[in-house]
């Protein structure tokens, strides 16, 4: 299968990172392409981040049209413009907050999130209501580790990560980790050796299961308010096109 990747931020180097991570899991038939927008925040901290960081991925998408992605993750813990790429597509679209959600739900009876700055978390809880995991996750937790300093991942920021949780299992009494941010993708096997709790990073589970569904020839429904968008002026804004 042809699998797209978008890095809602503009980091090059965590988009390179990313794209690893994915290959990493990816199965023998599935191709990987990794981009992210040619415009906005080189690493999404907050609301306003997240407002121009969804426009990125819809140029994104819009722009891998033409490759005929059979999948396409928003490699954002916050997967902004989700909604709107499933708008644009039949391929089934993953954020990678939903996968992990939905993978940790099956390894553990209670989850907890571990991200990175604090401010942040209430987009992570914004999302637990929005999927319906309230009675899964059990607790969510800010590292306040800035997005950019998982670039080049060092012990002490590792330390935080670890530190912050094994509070967050005790506290939580929560069984899996579920990673915060995209960026912590390089470091998740680590975190869980020396945890030896289930440690699921959204970007894998995305992969896996971008995979099966496309295996299983489910694609987005077209029917409803997932419908193309409606054709229409946009006034001093030439599209993406
Ligand atoms: C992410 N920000 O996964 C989120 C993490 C966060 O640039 N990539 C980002 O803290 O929201």
Known sequence: MKLLVVNPNTSVEMTAAIGLAAQKVAGAATHIKTVCPTFGPRSIEGHYDEVVAAAGVVEQVRAAQAWQPEGIII???????????????????????????HAASMLATGFSVVTTMTRTCIIAEHLVHRYGFERRCRGIHGTDIPVLALEHCSGQTFETMVSAAQDALLKDRSGAIVLGCAGMATVCQALQDRLGVPVID?????????????????KTDKTGDYAQPLPKEYVNWQGFD
Do not use: Q
């Open 75 to 101: 490699a954002c813990f916050g997967d902004p413009g989700l909604d709107g790429a499933r708008e644009l597509t039949s391929a089934p679209v993953l954020g990678i907050a939903e996968a992990a959600f």
């Open 202 to 218: 959204g970007v894998a589970a995305a992969v896996k299961f971008a995979e099966a569904l496309a295996a299983l020839g489910l």
